[in-house]
């Protein structure tokens, strides 16, 4: 990897940190970055990579939780009220993204103006 793509990837890194926990867009801003970095990622491969480290930094804070909620589904009338609001709540977003990947990943993560504008 060249040294420029490793600090670019370093400055995305730290921007991605430091926007995730805050009621802002973490990947727009990542995408806008790498942008004007001049950063390329098949397919923004990255920039959705990079957000795991957040995803696993939430299931270790919640993990007791998550398996707690998970031993007790068979059980537990509030374990299974948890899950399936989950669920409720989940369904749109995965049925809007599946029909809609085309536009999402052409349109929505490629277009620095909208990206801009939409924040």
């Known amino acids: ?20 926990f805050i009621p802002v867009s973490s990947t727009a ?9 001049g950063f390329q990622s098949p397919g923004n491969t990255f920039a959705v990579l990079i957000q795991l480290g957040a ?15 998970a031993v007790n589904l068979p059980n537990s009338a509030r374990a299974r ?5 989950v669920l409720i709540a989940f369904l749109p977003a995965a049925l809007i993204g599946a029909l809609a990947h ?7 993560f490629e277009t620095p103006v909208l990206i801009c ?3």
């Open 1 to 20: 990897m060249p040294e420029d793509s490793i600090v670019s990837a370093l400055v995305l890194g730290l921007i991605e940190g430091l926007t995730e």
């Open 29 to 37: 801003h990542v995408l806008l970055a790498g942008h004007f970095l």
């Open 55 to 69: 995803i696993m930094a939430i299931l270790l804070v919640y993990f007791r939780r998550l398996l707690d909620i």
């Open 81 to 85: 009220h948890f899950v399936l609001t």
């Open 102 to 108: 085309g536009f999402i990943k052409t349109i929505l």
């Open 117 to 119: 504008i939409v924040l």
